[in-house]
């Protein structure tokens, strides 16, 4: 018959009373446990198992730390071949075997290694290194894309023997082995060895082992947390005394990291108003965003402006530094508008790793533009009368305010008078208009006369002003001339005389013109019947018969004159008529006068 099962676990103390414990030790590594004879260490903690009808759960042992574990299975160094020993007992039965307290392992190691020489370490130390690890790795800088997160696994795995109290000699006897999974994670890639006692024999097993013999051992490919597996075994033992079981687990768990492989953007959205008034201000907002998973670093902007707009910062290029991901820094730029136009200003983000966006803003610039323009006589002579007409027009794209038109007089004209509202001020010797607001493609036009006074050339002086320092200029010149002209007068001094007198002649030339009469020659003839007998005059003469002939004088300023005398001595009765003539360089045609004189006869 078969004896009562007790389940035990695989390193335990049979006490007398009965009282079974379990041990659950585990590699530093966290994938190896073994169930033993041998004392546990210090990380490992002994347990009571509950007898047969006993409902006490089993504490959980977790070891932390794992995260620094190897994930595929490691095979501890090995005890010693066969940590089994069977030693006969006198005070025992030949029918029976009883499993009391293990004797210890030869040689134990509170440290082992794995294949290649890795150490293996306590659960103490195992932490202790995690926390560093996890220090280390939340402090230290990261390279763009290295993962800096490592999740953490806990093992709990449990191996125990079910086992009958007592054995007969060549009798057949159930045992179990039961692995438990009490963690929180699944374990894989399992496989159970045992090392049989001496003396035993293995007659079946359930499931079948992969490879019989006195080490015979089973793969189980997963426990799930909270999950069992049992490997059933039928021994028959060939002598009496105590047996000592020992059982070896080789595991693996999964030991996951998480990374992220980023990739940082750029964005550049370039904002402002479409119009601007020449004068003032373009305000550009430029924003970056980061759309990308990754931080950019070294974000910079420059900005490029087309002619015609004047840079109001000095710096061309500005440094944002860093942008994480999903987030976006703004600047505001500024350029002044100095002329009408349409202007496309360039913006360029670039940051490091070779990121780069470009964004345009076209800006149209307003404003009013006055076009100025004054007509007049080119050419006036002294004296004469010179009209002019100013017309100032809005050729811009926006009205035009407080505008103002002046008109400069020269000294050497006088005014005269003003159309459309124009004002003479004395003081500047300015017309003035004051024409306020003028739209867009209007027109304002002002007249004013001029007199001419002295000769020369003039120019004529315009200028507009309006709000935003808009201003237009125009002139027009005017020549003026003098003009010489005379005056001929010619006055006998006895009239009449009788024949045999004498008489004189008076000729007076006036210049009552603007300018010199220049080269002026006078010719005096005298009829038939007179005599001339002498002359004088500014100039020298010659007598020629009854013609005379004066000098040429240079010049006759305006205003003067000169004065010939001719003396004659009448020989005929009856109306003798003297003739005088005048000629100058601008005179091509004589000025002729006659006078006439009465002789008589006694």
Known sequence: ?????????????????????????????????????????????????????????????????????????????????????FTPEEDRTDSEIGFEEAAPIANPSPISRVAGG???????????????????????????????????????????????ESILVGQEGDFELVLRNRGRVAVDQITV??????????????????????????????????????????????????????????????????????????????????????????????????????????????????KGLDRVEKASIYRLGVINPGESRSIQVHAKAADLGKYASEFIA????????????????????????????????????????????NTGTAAAQNVGLRCAIPKAFAYLEAGHGGRFDSTSKTVNWFVGTLEVGKEFVGTFKLRAQEPGEYPIFAQAVAERGLKARAQQSTKVDGIAAILLEVVDVADPVEVGAETVYE????????????????????????????????????????TIRFGELSKLAPRADAIYRLKVRASKAGDARVEVQVTTDSLKTPVTELESTQVYRD
């Open 1 to 85: 018959m078969r004896s009562p099962r007790v389940m035990v676990p695989v390193a335990i103390v049979c006490l007398a009373v009965g009282t079974l414990i379990s041990a659950q030790l585990f590699s530093s590594t966290g994938n190896e446990l073994l169930a033993s004879g041998e004392a546990a260490e210090t990380d490992v903690q002994l347990n009571r198992l509950p007898i047969e009808g006993e409902t006490s759960p089993l504490p959980e042992v977790t070891l932390k730390g794992v995260a620094e574990l190897p994930a595929k299975d490691q095979t501890l160094a090995a005890g010693p071949e066969n940590p089994f020993d």
């Open 118 to 164: 890795a150490p293996i370490r306590t659960a103490a130390a195992i932490r202790a290194l995690a926390e560093e690890a996890r220090i280390d790795a939340a402090t230290k800088p990261q390279p763009l894309g290295r993962a800096h997160s490592f999740g953490t696994k806990s093992v709990n795995l449990t191996l125990d023997w079910v086992t009958p």
């Open 193 to 306: 060895r045992q090392v049989l006692p001496a003396g035993f024999r293995l007659v079946k097993a359930t499931p079948a082992a992969v490879e019989a013999g006195d080490q015979p051992y089973w793969e189980i490919a997963k426990i799930e947390p909270q999950e069992e597996a049992r490997i059933s075994l039928r021994l028959i033992p060939d002598k009496v005394g105590t047996a000592n079981s020992y059982a070896r687990v080789n595991f693996s768990i999964p030991a996951s990291s998480r990374f992220k492989v980023v990739e940082p953007k750029l964005k550049l959205i370039a904002e402002a108003s479409d119009t601007v008034l020449i004068g003032n201000q373009v305000v550009y907002t430029l924003t970056v965003q980061n759309p990308g998973t990754g931080k950019a670093t070294n974000v910079s902007i420059e900005a490029k402006f087309e």
């Open 350 to 393: 670039t940051a490091d790793h070779g990121l780069r966006d470009e964004a345009t803003k076209e800006v149209t610039a307003l404003g009013a533009r006055l076009d100025l323009v004054i007509s007049g006589p080119k050419f006036r002579y002294v004296t004469r009368p010179a009209a002019y007409t100013v017309r100032i027009k």
């Open 507 to 546: 000729i007076l030339v006036t210049n009552q013109g603007t300018d010199f009469a220049k080269s002026v020659n006078i010719k005096a003839t005298v009829p038939e019947g007179m005599k001339i007998i002498s002359a004088d005059g500014p100039t020298g003469n010659k007598i020629d018969g009854r």
